[in-house]
């Protein structure tokens, strides 16, 4: 198998290097711009989200960019998420994406949060009334089984998933999970949930691989790392780019998301850099800070979750 790949436990082979299409003001034109450029530089794993609002526009370029013979369907990886105000009907969340994605299947399909809202609910941060009580992740994996099953998607799993919430989905699934994607960089590196991932053979996927500079809740705090940089100057990398090879070396796949043409290209080369045990060493001694901490799934009324330690289990 080729070194920029990993294989999952269905069988089917997932890009080590991902684009993410998250875009906070939704623009459709520069998406899909971004994603032929992307598709030229090389990429062929992309990630997407109901609640990112950029399934049809990444649906759109792929489906432009095979009709023109730039590609295949088999040579591009895809991901989606079903949102949590889908949870009590998977099947048809699924078939509603594939509709505006213009595809016949997902490559891989995941859980976004371990969390249950009420149905309609379209906005990423939920009222305290939209919450639903029960968690009802057995019913709704489930659903996510059978998905699989009548051929929706080629992989299903979970995302922002604990070590804890694995082992008690472990618990009742007929279909382990493929994936889990999580938020993993050299600032918040993930050792523990690797490893029970690792041993349950599910691949552990990172997004703000880089610390989501950017975004509303991201940092540059990872690639304006002093320990970083000079592991970039040793290297002739980029700070960034020494952050996506260290995810990638520990197995992971990593969902970085530029549009930028030069950026999208500096990302590519990453695949490029060998990091030494000592620049792995470095990095495992970095204090650790979590990005993406999800304050807004926590209250202490309507949630099941009345404190960041549960949402997460301890992992935080």
Known sequence: MRSD?????????IPLLG????????DRESTISAVHQAIKIGYRHFDTAKIYGSEEALGTALGQAISYGTVQRDDIFVTSKLWSSD????ISALIQTLKTMGLEYLDNYLVHWPIKLKPGVSEPIPKEYEFEKDLGIEETWQSMERCLEIGLCKSIGVSN???KKIFDLLDFASVPPSVNQVEMHPLWRQRKLRKVCEENNIHVSGYSPIGG???????TAVIEHPIIKSIALKHNATPAQ?????????????????FNVARMRENKRALEIKLDDQDLSL??????????????LVNQTTSPYKSIQQLWDGEI
Request: with cysteine.
């Open 19 to 26: 684009m993410g299409t998250y875009c906070p003001q939704k």
């Open 283 to 296: 990095i495992d001694h970095l204090e650790e800070w979590k990005l993406m901490r999800g304050e807004f």
């Open 242 to 258: 020494v952050a996506l090879r260290w995810g990638m070396s520990k197995g992971a796949s990593v969902i970085v998301k530029s």
């Open 5 to 13: 790949m990993a294989r999952l436990r269905c069988g089917k082979t």
């Open 87 to 90: 949870h009590h009907d998977p």
């Open 161 to 163: 998933f604990s070590s």
């Open 213 to 219: 500079p950017g975004n509303i809740w991201g940092s």
